[in-house]
């Protein structure tokens, strides 16, 4: 899984393969549907889909004469889980924090009250 999760944050480092994947995300489309956008040739567009699909994060089928790259949305549900992982710790941390920092500000507060009071 590690193994995996490596590829697919690696694959959408890059601004050009979000934004393919997000294209993608409406629609299959064609390399050179892909390429339009971009300044860059169609040869780098297909270097952007091969990280893409080692990644697993898009396919490439057979439609007659194209070849339509296909967005594997189940991928997602590997990176889904894994953040949620890390999500729930980290809310469990500041659940922690916080109840330590009410406490420190009722301690502050019983203080003060028991200054005021010897004066």
Do not use: C
Not at 7 to 35: E, H, K, N, S, Y
Not at 38 to 58: F, P, T
Not at 82 to 102: G, S, T
């Amino acid at each position: 899984m590690a193994d995996q999760l490596s590829r697919i944050f690696a694959a959408i480092a890059d601004p050009t393969r979000r934004d393919i994947l997000a294209r993608l995300a409406v629609g299959d489309a064609t390399v050179g549907q892909l390429a339009e956008p971009y300044r860059m040739s169609v040869q780098a567009v297909s270097k952007h889909l091969k990280v893409l699909e080692e990644a697993g994060l898009v396919t490439r089928g057979r439609d007659a004469q194209r070849r339509p790259v296909h967005l594997e949305a189940a991928v997602f549900d590997l990176m889904t889980s894994w953040i949620e992982r890390y999500r729930k710790q980290a809310e469990q941390r500041y659940r922690r924090l916080d109840a330590v920092l009410a406490e420190m500000n009722e301690t502050d507060r019983h203080h003060d009250t028991d200054e005021e009071t010897a004066s």
